[in-house]
C-alpha cells in the first residue's frame, strides 16, 4: 500500500532563517506531487506541484520555492522566512493520469516568529 | 484562484441529525471531489463524482452534481461526533504541465452529542 511522509510534523523558525519541508510517497512510482499551504480556518492554496524528477510548476509567485530530487521526494525551501510564511503545509499526490484523487500527507504546523 | 466555494461556512447539529453542505464551482468540470479534514490533520479524500453522474452514495454519504448549475452538495446521514471535522469540495485544474485540484474554503461541521 501507499504512504506518505512528512517531516518535520511542527516547526517554529525566527524570519530571516532558511526552511525545508520534505514530502517522501512511499509503494508507488512516478506519482505527480503537490505542496499546499493552508492558513489558519482558511481553505488550502495550491503552491508546487510536480509531475517528474526536476519538472516543478508554481502556482503563486512568493518567498518559497520547491524541487524534486528524487521521484519520490519533494521538498519545500525557502531562503528566508516571512511572518507570513506561518501556516499549515500539505503535501499530497496523485497516481499520474489515471485519476484525480489526491492522498494528503499528515502535514507539517510551520510558525515563522 | 478559487474554484469551489463551499455553504454554510459552518454547521452546528446534533448526533443523528443530517448534514448538508454545498458546493458552487465556476467553470466546466469532469469530476468533482469531496475531501475531509480533521482538526490539525491531513486531508482524507471521502468520495468522486463524475460529470456524467447526478448522484452517488457511499455509506453514510450522499453526493450529487447539477452541472447546469455548476454545483454539488454532501450530505451525511444520521451523523456522528466522528463527523465533526472541516469538509471540503475540489475540482480539477488542468494547466500544460499538468493537473491539480483547487479546493474551496471548506465547511467546518461541529456534531454534538
Known amino acids: 500500500s501507499q504512504t506518505i511522509h512528512q517531516w518535520p510534523a511542527t516547526l517554529v523558525q525566527p524570519v530571516g532563517s532558511p526552511l525545508s519541508l520534505e514530502c517522501t510517497v512511499e509503494g508507488t512510482s512516478n506519482p505527480n506531487l503537490y505542496w499546499y499551504r493552508q492558513a489558519a480556518g482558511r481553505g488550502l492554496q495550491l503552491l508546487f506541484y510536480s509531475v517528474g524528477i526536476g519538472q516543478i510548476s508554481s502556482e503563486v509567485p512568493q518567498n518559497l520555492s520547491a524541487s524534486r530530487p528524487q521521484d519520490r521526494q519533494f521538498i519545500l525551501s525557502s531562503k528566508k522566512l516571512l511572518l507570513s510564511d506561518s501556516g499549515f503545509y500539505l503535501c499530497?499526490?496523485?497516481?499520474?493520469?489515471?485519476?484525480?484523487?489526491?492522498?494528503f500527507g499528515p502535514g507539517t504546523r510551520l510558525t515563522v516568529l | 484562484s478559487q474554484q469551489g466555494e463551499e455553504d454554510p461556512q459552518a454547521l452546528s447539529i446534533q448526533e443523528g441529525e443530517n448534514a448538508t453542505m454545498n458546493c458552487s464551482y465556476k467553470?466546466?468540470?469532469?469530476?468533482l471531489q469531496w475531501y475531509r479534514q480533521n482538526s490539525g490533520r491531513g486531508l482524507v479524500h471521502l468520495i468522486l463524482?463524475?460529470?456524467?453522474?447526478r448522484e452517488k452514495h457511499s455509506g453514510r454519504l450522499r453526493v450529487t452534481l447539477d452541472t447546469s448549475k455548476k454545483s454539488s452538495s454532501l450530505l451525511i446521514t444520521a451523523s456522528r461526533a466522528a463527523d465533526t471535522a472541516s469538509y471540503f469540495c475540489?475540482?480539477?485544474?488542468?494547466?500544460?504541465?499538468?493537473?491539480?485540484?483547487?479546493f474551496g474554503k471548506g465547511t467546518t461541521l461541529s456534531v454534538s452529542s
Open positions: 475540489a475540482t480539477p485544474y488542468f494547466n500544460q504541465a499538468g493537473t491539480a485540484l483547487i
Open positions: 463524482i463524475r460529470s456524467n453522474e
Open positions: 499530497a499526490w496523485r497516481a499520474g493520469t489515471s485519476t484525480d484523487t489526491q492522498y
Open positions: 467553470t466546466s468540470i469532469n469530476n
